[in-house]
């Protein structure tokens, strides 16, 4: 069966980290760009950070920028999103998307968003005191 298995997310107090992972399961993410996207209630889904299927390049919502990094490794089928100085507008369900373009087609989430084929569950990311 393919598909993305999300975990890592949780209750975390202001200030806190949580680092969430992507998983691949029945294909390899090697020719894939990655995004992680997330969706608060009574809001529209967003990119939060994407990266190339070679990894060398990455792209990040302005809101996190400094925060949350964004990461593969490829020997473990796996992109993580590292999430540090969490506030509680970053409360959200968030999902990581897969979309099979090579590196010289990669423009950012708006890419991936476009040409994903394969999207996880999703993980609650809960910030609050």
């Known amino acids: 069966q393919l598909q993305l298995v999300e975990s890592g997310g949780g209750l975390v107090q202001p200030g806190g980290s949580l680092r969430l992972s992507c998983a691949a399961s029945?294909?390899?993410?090697?020719?894939?760009?990655i995004g992680w996207f997330r969706q608060a209630p009574g809001k529209e889904r967003e990119g939060v950070s994407c990266?190339?299927?070679?990894?060398?390049?990455?792209n990040y919502k302005d809101s996190v920028k400094g925060r949350f990094t964004i990461s593969r490794d490829n020997a473990k089928n796996t992109v993580y999103l590292q999430m540090n100085s969490l506030k509680p507008e970053d409360t959200a369900v968030y999902y990581c998307?897969?979309?099979?373009?090579?590196?010289?087609?990669?423009?950012?989430?708006?890419?991936?968003?476009?040409?994903?084929?394969?999207w996880g569950q999703g993980t609650q990311v809960t910030v609050s005191s």
């Open positions: 998307a897969a979309a099979n373009i090579l590196s010289g087609s990669y423009y950012g989430c708006g890419s991936v968003l476009y040409e994903a084929d394969r």
């Open positions: 029945g294909f390899t993410l090697d020719y894939y760009a």
């Open positions: 990266i190339s299927s070679s990894g060398g390049s990455t």
